[in-house]
């Protein structure tokens, strides 16, 4: 059964920068496509970044140049380095496989002065 343990949000101010990191059992993971999800109040989720098994990344145009995509097979993690942070990517960020399976819980990201 899929597990993932997202950690690594807070509050941060506009401009500044957070990495996450996404702790995946269940699954093998080193053939398993990711990506980072995020769900802000009132929206329906979307995804802002994703990684094959093979490490090409691909990202939604609101992130694209900002934030970075990672993962390390090793220690079956997932990261995501987010930089320029705007007010606009407060939301709850979630990572899963492709396609998703089971959430975990997120984790919180509020950039605000």
């Known amino acids: 059964q899929l597990q993932l343990v997202e950690s690594g949000g807070g509050l941060v101010q506009p401009g500044g920068s957070l990495r996450l990191s996404c702790a995946a059992s269940?699954?093998?993971?080193?053939?398993?496509?990711m990506g980072w999800y995020r769900q802000a109040p009132g929206m329906e989720r979307e995804r802002v970044a994703s990684i094959t098994s093979g490490g090409l990344t691909h990202y939604a145009d609101s992130v694209k140049g900002r934030f970075t995509i990672s993962r390390d097979n090793a220690k079956n993690t997932v990261y995501l380095q987010m930089n320029s942070l705007k007010p606009e990517d407060t939301a709850v960020y979630s990572c899963n496989r492709l396609p998703p399976a089971s959430w975990g819980q997120g984790t919180q990201v509020t950039v605000s002065s």
């Open positions: 269940g699954i093998i993971f080193s053939i398993s496509d």
